[in-house]
């Protein structure tokens, strides 16, 4: 499995587009309305909180496409923290985006377990032992599929990312061409705004952040492409288009998704259901339409996993390739996948889904994500203090106003998202020092190495 620690540089758009939509897109599209709709009032500000959480995502896109083609290395956030904080302060984000991305790809896995029990024959729908199968089953397969080499893992990105399109948009159509079973068609898209009046302004503001959180959420994963950077062969062009083309695509496509939903259900059914998109298809299709919304879910969690299974061995890889963990991180095979960090990261991954339960790991994961795109804002800011002189192929609209927004929304985001879970954040903090911990002991490792 050992190779010449190149990676191959053969993607372009097309990869890019897919990675984005492919990061961002998951089952989360169709929980998230519910909990949208159960804080606000009515249609019109349900489809707004969608449309601020997409320019919030479009203004991040703009900012890191920046950073992409400036520097279009293999690392993920890892590269922009370390070019402009320093080693120590660049392993601590590259380890926290790794350990992010093992919890996520754990509960993604968990999640395309629990769905796929539910389509299996009855013997084999109960006991969590079946869903940990098809969990380790869906990582150990994806897994062999980027062992073969970049080619692979790219091609099955994109066709995965066109089937979650494609599927997204069938249940878009549906919605508005199938006759609903025992509802007025548009009844959620009539809703007025008159409750707004009703429960206050301010009452309404905080309803409305919390309804952004739940988005900007669902949003998470556009900066999916960056991990890729140094494997483009155009990268200067092909990272900002996949970036701000990639939010675009996604946002759209949730609008339409919203829409559709609006348009089947009232607001308020909309508002009190778990997944209003099965809730969609079992008024429009009855029990079957139930079925068809899962399989929906198990394609987009598929090319969420595919994503993942992709990325996080890239931020072992840039950690190595710079020193900051041993040479087994450069390892690359023949088709330009590096294989022992992947095998690590699908290991960890599978781990974590033996564990069982690990709702208080996806919280800490929750803290640790929203960090990330922060510290790539605080990298645009100080490189372009501290090297002005640095290509920037690239540049981001409306410098300094948009990074500044994004930070202040960011930071907002992130204080929240502590305060709320204040256990769970600190186990996070101390996931990060036990990082500080590693990165002195690998300092001090390679100086003995260097000694010896």
Not at 12 to 40: D, E, N, Y
Not at 68 to 75: D, K
Not at 219 to 237: H, I, K, N, Q
Not at 431 to 446: K, N, P, Q, T
Request: aromatic share 8%; proline share 5%.
């Amino acid at each position: 499995m050992s190779g010449s620690g190149r990676l191959l540089n053969i993607l372009g758009l097309g990869f890019g587009l897919a990675g984005a939509v492919g990061g961002t897109i998951g089952a989360g599209i169709l929980r998230t309305p519910g909990l949208v709709a159960a804080q606000l009032p009515s249609a019109p500000l349900v489809l707004a909180a969608w449309l601020v959480g997409g320019i919030y995502a479009l203004l991040g896109a703009v900012c890191i496409a920046e950073l992409a083609a400036s520097l279009p290395q293999a690392g993920g956030w890892y590269v922009y923290a370390e070019r402009a904080f320093g080693r120590r302060a660049g392993f601590l984000v590259g380890w926290t985006d790794w350990v992010a991305h093992c919890i996520g790809l754990a509960w993604v896995a968990t999640t395309v377990g629990e769905y796929g029990q539910v389509l299996l024959p009855s013997p084999f729908r109960e006991g969590a032992s079946g869903a940990q199968a098809l969990a380790l089953l869906a990582i150990g397969l994806f897994t062999l599929i980027q062992l073969r080499g970049l080619r692979a893992g790219s091609t099955s990105q994109e066709l995965l990312s066109l089937a979650k399109a494609v599927a997204f948009l069938g249940l878009v159509a549906a919605c508005f061409l199938l006759p609903a079973a025992g509802e007025t068609p548009g009844t959620g898209l009539a809703a007025s705004l008159e409750t707004v009046t009703a429960g206050g302004w301010r009452s309404l503001m905080v309803a409305g952040v919390l309804a952004l959180q739940a988005v900007i959420t669902t949003y998470d994963g556009w900066a999916s492409p960056v991990y890729f950077a140094e494997e483009f062969s155009e990268p200067e062009r092909d990272l900002p288009r996949s970036l701000i083309g990639g939010v675009l695509a996604v946002m759209a496509l949730y609008l339409l998704i919203n829409l559709a939903l609006l348009h089947v259900l009232p607001i308020a059914q909309l508002a009190s259901s778990n997944l209003p998109a099965a809730a969609a298809g079992r008024a429009l299709a009855g029990p079957l339409g139930g079925h068809l919304i899962t399989a929906v879910a198990l394609v987009s969690l598929l090319g969420l996993i595919n994503t993942v299974v992709m990325a996080a061995p890239r931020i072992l890889y840039g950690l190595g390739r710079d020193g900051l963990l041993p040479d087994w991180a450069t390892a690359v095979n023949e088709g330009g996948t590096p294989t022992v960090a992947l095998l690590i990261t699908s290991a960890t991954a599978a781990a974590l889904v033996l564990a069982g339960s690990f709702e208080r790991l996806l919280a800490m994961g929750a803290v640790l994500y929203v960090s990330l795109p922060l510290a790539g804002i605080a990298a645009l800011l100080a490189l372009r203090w501290r090297e002005p002189e640095l290509p920037r192929p690239f540049r981001t609209w409306g410098y300094p106003l948009t990074p500044l927004l994004v930070a202040a929304v960011s930071l907002a985001f992130l204080v929240g998202t502590v305060l709320g879970d204040r256990a769970d954040s600190l186990t996070a903090l101390a996931l990060v020092a036990l990082g500080y911990g590693g990165s002195l002991l690998a300092e001090r490792l390679a100086a003995a190495d260097g000694s010896g």
